[in-house]
């Protein structure tokens, strides 16, 4: 048995002769099966989306009776919170600060209608400045949290107290300013998720861009290829880590008990028993199902299905004045080999297919407008950044290893086949970006009110720095490479450019692991 067996590589010579009435069925048969996966992967989307309905509005405070700031006369035996949208009490819940008797809890919670809770109090709130602190669950599961303070004076006929009864027992309690701030989350907890999300994404960045680099673009080496499948196996790795870190810190934060939570039970119930626990349990499968089966099926350049050229015979895309489908049919040498999709590619494009369909469950795509198209759009963004993200990181990466070996980069002819890739890419960010930007903002002043505005627009600057870098690629170093494909200055500043845009993208893909969180209700 060979290593290339055991490592699940396959060569097919390209002086075999493969009769066309083998070849054909075989083909028809895989097409055929890889339509029926894809369509069952539709159905199990629509399926599950559908199932929960449209979320149209944002949770977040809306407003309290007594609100915020006002002196009201009398006891007060109940607090009115409502919300803008379905909300679940989580953490601590609710605690008020009672001047008289110290942090408590309310005696009974009523909620008449989705979104609104009544607290009841009892004994009543007497007198004094009165802080009510709450943490509730989106939708989405994430925590949101909250506080607001109001004063209650004695009414004018009240009698005073006796002058010899009994002072009331001091109760220790924090400051009412204290009281406010606090916060009832873990932070630990919440820094632990934002690293294992950050993880995560960047690591799907790689898995799915490399994955779509090596078959649709890359022409190079037998060793070039197992290099890509290295990393998109370490990738899915990394994935599920990742996932982990997040699933742990959610439980800390969400709970409001920190490290605590990892022993309640309960805790694990309120957190992962909601739409969040669905997304990180698809990461987490998605990401084995990669990395178990992924393997690379090798077909001599001169023999492979070349899609690229397809699309550019047909549609003006690309770098560079000469298009993809007029190169020599030989530019290949015979040691060049390409990645083909075989019947064994049908487990790791369902694993890719649930590593996107996990995005449908997680954040602001199960709050905002229609379930099914938010989730829709945030699939295709999803994908289309990592065709960006992970094919630069991948040309670069191959560039690279060229270069070091003093070999022949064949610059040219990867940034043009890239470039095919990236302008149908960059268009679907850009349309996918921008669906889900008027979906999840309210108003334009949404931008720098709110967390998740401001968020957006630090990741648009950055991708508008990316971008730039890849204009400079086409409009100066791809004339360069015309005029003279392995010249060391050109391809010198290929890689230069390259790496600046893996800087940016990876900066992209930062921000894009906060927005997922961040709030989305201005503050």
Known sequence: MTDERREGLTLRSRCR????????????????????????AACLLVTLVGASGPADAHTGFDSSD???????????DSVTIRFTNE?????????????????????SIDEPEVGVFVLRFDPSITAGDVGVRWTVQAPDAHPISGAFRFTIEAPATASPPSSDSSPAEEVASPSLDDFLVER??????????????????????????????????????????????????????????????DAVGQLMDGSGRGVGALIDIGAYSDVFGTGLGASLFLRVASAVVVAATAR??????????????????????????????????????????????DRHGLLPTFGFALMLLAHTFDGHTVTEGSRAMTGLASAIHVMAAAVWVGGVAALALIMG??????????????????????????????LAGSYLAWVILDAPSDLWATAWGRLLVAKVIVVAVAAGFGAHNHQVIVPAL??????????????????????????????????????????
């Open 17 to 40: 002769v493969v009769p066309s009435a083998v070849l054909l069925p075989t083909s028809e048969v895989f097409v055929k099966r890889a339509l029926q996966l894809l369509l069952a």
């Open 184 to 245: 009832s989350g873990s932070y630990a907890g919440e820094r632990l998720s934002d690293v294992g999300r950050l993880l995560s994404m960047a690591a799907m960045m790689v898995c799915l861009g490399f994955i779509v680099f090596a078959v649709t673009v890359m022409r190079g080496t037998r060793s070039e290829l197992r290099m890509l499948l290295f990393w998109i196996r370490r990738a899915a790795a990394v994935i599920v880590v990742g996932t982990l870190l």
């Open 87 to 107: 909300a679940v009490e989580s953490g601590e819940g609710f605690v008020v600060l009672d001047p008289v008797l110290g942090v408590r809890s309310p005696s």
């Open 66 to 76: 007594p609100a915020d700031g006002v002196v009201v006369t009398g006891e007060v």
């Open 296 to 341: 690379v099926s090798m077909v001599h350049a001169h023999e492979a299905r070349d899609v690229l050229a397809s699309v550019s015979a047909t549609v003006p895309v690309g770098a560079g004045s000469t298009r993809l489908v007029d190169h020599p049919a030989d530019y290949w040498e015979d040691h060049h080999v390409a990645w083909d999709i």
């Open 401 to 430: 290893r060229r270069s070091r070996r003093d070999e022949p980069t064949h610059a040219l002819m990867m940034v043009i086949r890239y470039s095919v890739v990236a302008t149908f890419a960059l268009a679907a960010v850009a």
């Open 482 to 523: 015309e005029a003279a494909e392995e010249s060391e200055t050109a391809v010198a500043r290929l890689r230069t450019t390259l790496l600046c845009e893996v800087i940016a993208l990876s900066a992209v893909t930062a921000v894009t692991a906060l927005l997922v969180q961040a709030s989305s209700v201005a503050s």
